[in-house]
């Protein structure tokens, strides 16, 4: 079974500082995805950011950018000038393909999150 | 574009008593899912719709829980007869492409209590 570690059970940074959140996941396989989501108390779970494994350029999207080592199957999460709104609880979750029936059969795990809270 | 739409948000029940929560989908999207998180916890697959088709329903305890989606589009969960172990937020998302690494979006959740 697939499996995805989030050692940092809670963080806290200051507003307009910078944090990272670990992920390590466990895999044989050579081609997956990866994923940051992101859940805010109350309210519904969205996309952060992804990242293919077969890129070597780490992905980016605004004040959020990830540090991808796939030799070490780590994959962090890095949170740039950080907002009020980025208080949210932070899942990692990995995807891979299951078999040999292409796209059709896959499976998507979510590791137990990290609580972060940005204080003002 | 509406999202990912869950009924109901909260609900209160006996042991031993049965539920049932309703999502819809975004419109379009192919696959469906329900998960089970508890609290502090990650979510979990309970099971996996492409259209009509259950494609890993692995996960689901089948001797209580039960899905459905009828016409490739809404679906419903139903738990009989609920237990106190059964008290979690069940979340139901939908992906357009979630094959080829696509985005899944979630809805907000139906959070149950049982009693």
């Known amino acids: 079974a697939q499996t995805v570690t989030q050692s940092q059970p809670e963080m806290s940074v200051q507003e307009a500082e910078t944090v990272t959140l670990s992920c390590t996941y466990d895999t044989s396989e050579s081609n997956y995805y990866l994923f940051w989501y992101k859940q805010p108390p109350s309210r519904q779970m969205i996309l952060v950011i992804r990242?293919?494994?077969?890129?070597?350029q780490n992905a980016t999207e605004n004040r959020f950018s990830v540090n991808f080592q796939k030799a070490a199957k780590s994959f962090s999460l890095k949170i740039s000038d950080s907002q009020l709104g980025d208080t949210a609880m932070y899942f990692c979750?990995?995807?891979?393909?299951?078999?040999?029936?292409?796209?059709?059969?896959?499976?998507?795990?979510f590791g137990k999150g990290t609580l972060l809270t940005v204080n003002p | 574009e509406a999202g990912v739409v869950q009924s109901p948000r909260y609900k209160i029940i006996e042991k031993k008593q049965p539920v049932a929560f309703w999502c819809n989908p975004i419109s379009g999207h192919n696959t469906l899912y329900w998960y089970l998180q508890n609290l502090g916890q990650g979510p979990e697959l309970l099971i996996r719709y492409e259209n009509e088709e259950a494609v890993d329903d692995s996960q689901l305890p089948k001797d209580r829980f039960s899905a459905e989606r009828l016409k490739g589009v809404d679906s419903t969960l139903k738990i009989q007869p609920a237990e106190l172990g059964d008290s979690a937020v069940y979340l139901c998302?939908?992906?357009?492409?979630?094959?080829?690494?696509?985005?899944?979006?979630f809805g907000e959740g139906s959070r149950l209590t049982v009693l």
């Open positions: 990242q293919e494994a077969y890129k070597q």
């Open positions: 979750a990995f995807m891979k393909q299951e078999g040999d029936s292409g796209g059709s059969n896959y499976k998507l795990t």
């Open positions: 998302a939908s992906s357009l492409d979630a094959a080829y690494g696509g985005e899944l979006f």
